[in-house]
């Protein structure tokens, strides 16, 4: 005769099945919220970047930077820079950016003034973005916006959607000569990084 395991005792072991398939998932990293490339969100299959939304409240706030102005005190601009979710962690673990890893660069107009603090300059009006997306299998070659183990595009604060940029050797990499050492991105300037 088949011994009856009571219902209570069933659903008992389930929940512990399923707590230990959930713990070993979320060890191991396969975890199905954690495996989404966060490229998918911002390239389409022809290689197109876009603005990743809401990168605010999801991104990494990695530093910032004050460009001096050309006459006088305080800034011309500032640039606030985020990074795709898992990036530092990744970062940290090997010094370098995983594939897929996305950068975004806000570029503020500033205004400067008397405070109590001094002579102080803030953010005020958003000029656009930069976005650069990690890609060191150069899985779009021919895409001029593609090479150097990056996507790189500029964004104009009225569009988010559609980069004016169209030749990152022409555009974007002359900047970032001097960072060539540290995959093109001033490594320096983002305190948790290190």
Request: proline share 5%; net charge positive; with cysteine.
């Amino acid at each position: 005769m088949k011994k009856k395991l009571p219902l209570a005792l069933l659903g008992l072991l389930s929940l512990a099945s399923l707590a230990s398939v959930a713990q070993a998932m979320g060890r191991s990293g396969a975890n199905p919220a954690s495996r989404i490339d966060a490229r998918s969100r911002v390239v389409d299959a022809s290689g197109n970047i876009r603005v990743p939304a809401n990168y605010r409240a999801t991104y990494s706030f990695l530093g910032s930077w004050a460009i001096a102005a050309d006459h006088g005190q305080g800034s011309k601009q500032i640039h606030d820079v985020y990074a795709s979710p898992g990036t530092v962690a990744a970062y940290h673990k090997t010094g370098r950016f995983p594939d897929g890893s996305v950068l975004v660069k806000e570029v503020y107009e500033t205004a400067t003034g008397a405070m109590t603090t001094g002579i102080v300059s803030h953010a005020e009006k958003l000029k656009g973005w930069f976005v650069m997306v990690r890609d060191s299998k150069d899985n779009h070659p021919g895409n001029k916006l593609w090479g150097d183990g990056w996507g790189w595009s500029w964004f104009d604060a009225s569009d988010p959607l559609k980069t004016t940029s169209t030749d990152y050797k022409a555009n974007c990499r002359s900047c970032h000569i001097p960072a060539r050492g540290s995959e093109w991105v001033y490594v320096q300037g983002y305190p948790v990084l290190k």
